[in-house]
């Protein structure tokens, strides 16, 4: 699936919520289904910090596609990151540059990637279209 | 909770203007007050009439509105005067606010004090607001940071303080309340005991100024320091009180503006105090407005206020403490209205935001403590904090949440 489709999927499973507590709930459940990350990876080399909340990212490059795995010490912060990972993983880093992560706005969650709200999120974002570039810029210069 | 003769807290509410309003579609519950607090009607008021009628440069004009606003900026001054009984009004500098001052002490006692192999006497639960200005100045210097450890309930161990207090200290820096744990410190034995080896101390009464009755010269210290915010006037204003023996002393440590009597390439002469710490425009319309969250205070009463709110608490604590799997951080047997708390397994941001859906302000994270933390072996606490304006009904629909909270999570 491309990460447009995965996202208007995630943006139909949330639109049967209008109640937040409901919404919270189907993040619960998602971090719960996020595998949490090995311990050799939640150290320091691999933590985003916020200042309340740590996300966790490793990123590998397999037949040319990113995956990602991250994990975080917060569950509603870890719901969103399962949704991050399930949206850019597997894709090329070509997609993951180019993408626009609109469905963060769409289902309501958009209050969580404010650059005031100290919980790593939006660095995860930008740390995962760093590795992206990263990636690419190595498939590159092998061509 | 009201008894005969004790001022009407619902009322008293009213003059709030911000509480009455809904967050999330729920009725806002404002639980972060140690953060900052709300600003009365009659706050907030002044400030507009200050800027509709008097707004002038204070100390400089001849005209009718300088000498008006500076009328009023000297008032402020002598409200705070009395309202931390100091002697004199010599001895109660502006600033920006506690960190401001805290700063301009570390500062201007660093230069003319503190050399190598000093020692600064601080303790384990200081904001990191009255650590880091000491480090600076520490660095500088060739100083040392000693540190008076505490107990797991957050109380001092003062059996210790004899023993930190050496020749090489030359200054104490403790907070009268703290900000994480609410624990009520024995400032004046610490004052007591510094005294009689001739060492000064610095009260950060940031978290106490609001909660209790302040006597600068009952407690002796010789040097206090506290923001306006924090005590329902605005922010950037903030006050230093200093012996007036010790400002004196001090030099200034910011140049220009009001703080000066003359000047010439060759040599500056400095202004009189407390004028010489004040350099540059002063925040004069916070101060005025300060004054009048003083004059609001007084007018309530702080013996109601202390009593009020350490009704607050209790209720709050006995209802906390009921919901298993909670653990309460600072058990101090005397506390200020700061309740901080852990839940097994569940993470303080997951607390912060499933109670901010439910209207309720509480503040998350380490709160600008993290040796406090550290003590406790944790990253952090969710703190709830009581002003008198709150109600037990807010505190009921707090632990309804964290019973939520419980469900959600467990």
Redo the contacts between chains.
């Keep these: 699936m491309t990460i447009r489709e995965i996202q208007n999927q995630i943006i139909e499973d949330f639109e049967v919520f209008d109640d ?2 409901d919404k ?2 189907l993040l ?1 459940e998602l971090s719960k289904e996020l595998p949490e990350l090995d311990s050799t990876f939640r150290t320091e080399q691999y933590v985003i910090k916020g ?3 740590k996300v966790w990212l490793v990123a590998d490059l397999h037949d040319g596609k990113i995956q990602f795995k991250a994990d975080s ?5 870890k719901g969103i990151v399962a949704l991050m990972v399930k949206v850019l993983s597997n894709q090329t880093p070509a997609d993951i540059l180019d993408s626009d992560l609109y469905f963060i706005n769409q289902i309501g969650l958009k209050e969580n990637l404010s650059p005031t709200r100290s ?1 790593g999120l939006l660095a995860m974002i930008k740390q995962m279209k760093l590795y992206a570039l990263a990636y690419q810029t190595r498939i590159s210069g092998k061509s | 909770m009201n008894t005969a003769g004790s001022p009407d807290f619902l009322q008293i509410r009213s003059d709030f203007p911000i509480l009455n309003q809904q967050v ?1 579609g729920k009725a806002l519950i404002y639980f972060d007050n140690a953060a900052t607090t709300q600003k009365p009607q009659q706050v907030i008021q002044g400030i507009t009439d200050f800027y509709t009628h008097y707004n002038s440069n204070i100390h400089r004009g001849v005209h009718r509105l300088s000498q008006e606003s500076t009328r009023l900026y000297e008032e402020a001054r002598q409200k705070v005067q009395a309202f931390i009984h100091a002697r004199s009004e010599k001895e109660i500098v502006f600033t920006a606010g506690a960190t401001a001052s805290i700063n301009a002490v570390a500062t201007s006692f660093g230069d003319s004090f503190l050399s190598q192999g000093d020692e600064i006497l601080l303790s384990q639960m200081e904001h990191h607001a009255n650590i880091v200005p000491w480090q600076i100045v520490a660095n500088r210097k060739g100083c040392s940071i000693k540190v008076i450890p505490m107990n797991d309930a957050g109380e001092l161990l003062l059996e210790q303080l004899d023993s930190l207090l050496t020749e090489k200290t030359k200054i104490v820096a403790v907070s009268q309340v703290s900000n994480s744990l609410g624990t009520i410190n024995p400032v004046k034995e610490i004052i007591e005991k510094a005294h009689q080896q001739g060492i000064p101390v610095l009260i950060d009464g940031s978290q106490a100024i609001q909660h209790q009755e302040i006597n600068v010269t009952e407690l002796d210290c010789d040097f206090y320091v506290f923001s306006g915010h924090k005590i329902y006037a605005p922010t950037g204003i903030g006050v230093l009180y200093g012996k007036e023996r010790w400002l004196e002393k001090l030099p200034p440590y910011q140049g220009g503006g009001d703080m000066i009597d003359h000047v010439s390439f060759e040599k500056t002469t400095y202004n009189q105090l407390p004028f010489k710490f004040e350099a540059g425009t002063m925040n004069f319309v916070g101060a005025h407005a300060l004054g009048l969250a003083l004059d609001y205070v007084s007018a309530i009463g702080m013996k109601s206020i202390m009593e009020r709110e350490a009704n607050l608490l209790q209720y709050a604590t006995s209802q906390l403490q009921q919901i298993e799997g909670t653990r309460i951080i600072g058990t101090a047997s005397q506390k200020a209205s700061v309740l901080s708390f852990v839940m097994d397994q ?5 607390i ?3 109670l901010d ?1 439910m209207g309720v302000a509480l503040r ?3 709160h600008c403590n993290e040796p406090v933390m550290n003590y406790f072996g944790i ?2 606490t969710v703190r709830a904090s009581f002003a008198f304006y709150n109600t037990e009904d807010e505190i009921n629909i707090f632990i309804r949440g964290i019973e939520k909270v419980k469900l ?2 467990g």
């Design positions: 937040w507590m919270y709930n619960i200042c309340q909340s010490d917060a569950i509603i912060v919980n | 999330h569940i993470h303080q941001y997951d912060g935001m499933v859906k998350t994270g380490t990253d952090g959600m999570f």
